[in-house]
């Protein structure tokens, strides 16, 4: 199997990536930021939440960012039953996911049947990972990214959360600090793009 967390460093394309939804309204006013400064994120989403938010999902689609899997449960020890999720979100979109991301970026997680028997798939975790889901404020969610991003990253942020409890409340400073990270990065000359825009580099171990 083979596996990413970052893309080219010869280009300068990263790519924003939002975990655990889809999380109405919260997801939604997240797509209005990133389309009115014209970007393009991934969504890799929990099947669970998928189930019962169709409508958000369909909207991510419409709108044109990238879907991706991360399991329908997110719990450690637990079975993220990949392909149960992957049949929820091919149903309401009607197009097959090919980007995976374990929950807690956790590769074990993918050393699988499934995924041995579907070379297509692509497995994808991050370089640059802010630790939004803490509920940090949005300046140190700006500060961290920004003192790690280079061409290819792949940034971890979230829209949502596997805790019942939290998903009103842990994107919120993510959303504030949408709109000026956005600024930032494209101040220093990136390009924010889908996965499948950029040439992604496979792993070593």
């Known amino acids: ?19 655990d939804g889809p999380n109405p309204p919260l997801t939604n006013q997240i797509l209005d930021i990133l389309e009115e400064n014209g970007v393009k994120a991934n969504f890799f989403l929990l099947g669970k939440y998928a189930k019962e938010n169709e409508s958000t999902v369909k909207e991510i689609q419409r709108r044109g960012h990238l879907i991706g899997v991360h399991g329908y449960y997110h719990q450690r020890g637990v079975d993220p039953k990949f392909e149960v999720s992957l049949e929820i979100i091919e149903k309401i979109t009607k197009e097959k996911p090919l980007f995976f991301r374990p929950p807690y970026g956790d590769l074990t997680l993918c050393k699988t049947d499934f995924f041995i028997n579907n070379p297509q798939f692509k497995i994808v975790t991050f370089d640059v990972d802010p630790e939004d889901f803490k509920m940090i404020e949005p300046e140190i969610i700006i500060n961290r ?6 061409s290819g990253s792949i940034i971890d942020l979230h829209d949502s959360s596997q805790h019942l409890e939290q998903k009103a409340i842990r994107p919120l400073n993510t959303l504030k600090a949408l709109p000026r990270l956005i600024k930032e990065l494209k101040n220093r000359g990136f390009l924010i793009c889908r996965l499948d825009e950029i040439e992604l580099v496979p792993l070593e171990f």
């Open 1 to 19: 199997m083979i596996y990413y967390s970052f893309g080219s460093r010869k280009e300068p394309k990263i790519a924003l990536t939002f975990d």
């Open 145 to 150: 990214v920004l003192e790690k991003v280079q």
